[in-house]
């Protein structure tokens, strides 16, 4: 299995981007091919000025086509999810999340925005015709300490919450539908050009 990690946070380390890191020791540890990419790996002027043809865009697409699963972690500001993750998916194409199982991660100052992972970031995942978008993790800031050094500290709750979400992810990517070989290289071919 391979699966795509992104981490939608400008800052690094970030308490999202700890999530992410947690998850991909968990996955790892399965036996599931992990690639991780940040907003950082991209070009600010690539993201803001649309830049379909920027190598690391054809790369994060290349990757996402031979992909099973993809986990997104981000902040949430302003009661949505990061305006710079926003950019990077506004760029993939319109069926890169095809066939593929979508974990949302998301962390916030407050309980207040929990609402923003349903509204906000799973209707975009779902425009990407993602096959099944799972229920997620949402943490409020003052359940993750210490994020700053790997591994992050969790509060002992949202430890057996994300554990949870990824025995879900994990089972969902073992169930879902795989392209056929055909079908899968006549993919990867349309989105490298």
Same mark, same amino acid.
């Given at each position: 299995?391979?699966?795509?990690?992104?981490?939608?946070?400008?800052?690094?380390?970030?308490?999202?981007?700890?999530?992410?890191?947690?998850?991909?020791?968990?996955?790892?540890?399965?036996?599931?091919?992990?690639?991780?990419?940040?907003?950082?790996?991209?070009?600010?002027?690539?993201?803001?000025?649309?830049?379909?043809?920027?190598?690391?865009?054809?790369?994060?697409?290349?990757?996402?086509?031979?992909?099973?699963?993809?986990?997104?972690?981000?902040?949430?500001?302003?009661?949505?999810?990061?305006?710079?993750?926003?950019?990077?998916?506004?760029?993939?194409?319109?069926?890169?999340?095809?066939?593929?199982?979508?974990?949302?991660?998301?962390?916030?100052?407050?309980?207040?925005?929990? &609402?923003?992972?349903?509204?906000? %970031?799973? !209707?975009v995942l +779902? #425009? /990407?015709? =993602? @096959?099944?978008?799972?229920?997620?993790?949402?943490?409020?800031?003052?359940?993750?300490?210490?994020?700053?050094?790997?591994?992050?500290?969790?509060?002992?709750?949202?430890?057996?919450?994300?554990?949870?979400?990824?025995?879900?992810?994990?089972?969902? &990517?073992?169930?879902?539908r795989p %392209?056929? !070989?055909?079908? +899968? #290289? /006549?993919? =990867? @071919?349309?989105?490298?050009?």
């Open positions: 299995m391979r699966v795509i990690t992104i981490a939608g946070s400008p800052r690094q380390p970030s308490r999202s981007s700890s999530l992410l890191a947690l998850s991909h020791q968990w996955l790892a540890s399965r036996g599931v091919e992990v690639f991780t990419y940040t907003i950082q790996d991209f070009s600010a002027d690539d993201l803001l000025f649309a830049n379909f043809a920027s190598p690391q865009l054809k790369q994060l697409n290349a990757e996402l086509a031979s992909a099973d699963g993809l986990i997104v972690a981000t902040p949430v500001y302003k009661a949505s999810f990061s305006g710079a993750l926003k950019t990077l998916l506004d760029l993939l194409p319109e069926r890169a999340l095809d066939h593929k199982v979508v974990l949302p991660l998301a962390t916030a100052g407050s309980i207040g925005h929990m &609402l923003a992972v349903d509204y906000a %970031l799973k !209707p +779902a #425009s /990407l015709k =993602a @096959q099944e978008v799972l229920q997620g993790v949402f943490a409020d800031d003052s359940l993750i300490t210490d994020y700053q050094t790997y591994p992050a500290k969790l509060d002992p709750a949202l430890e057996e919450r994300l554990n949870e979400s990824l025995e879900n992810f994990y089972l969902a &990517l073992s169930r879902r %392209l056929a !070989p055909s079908v +899968a #290289s /006549l993919s =990867a @071919q349309a989105l490298r050009v």
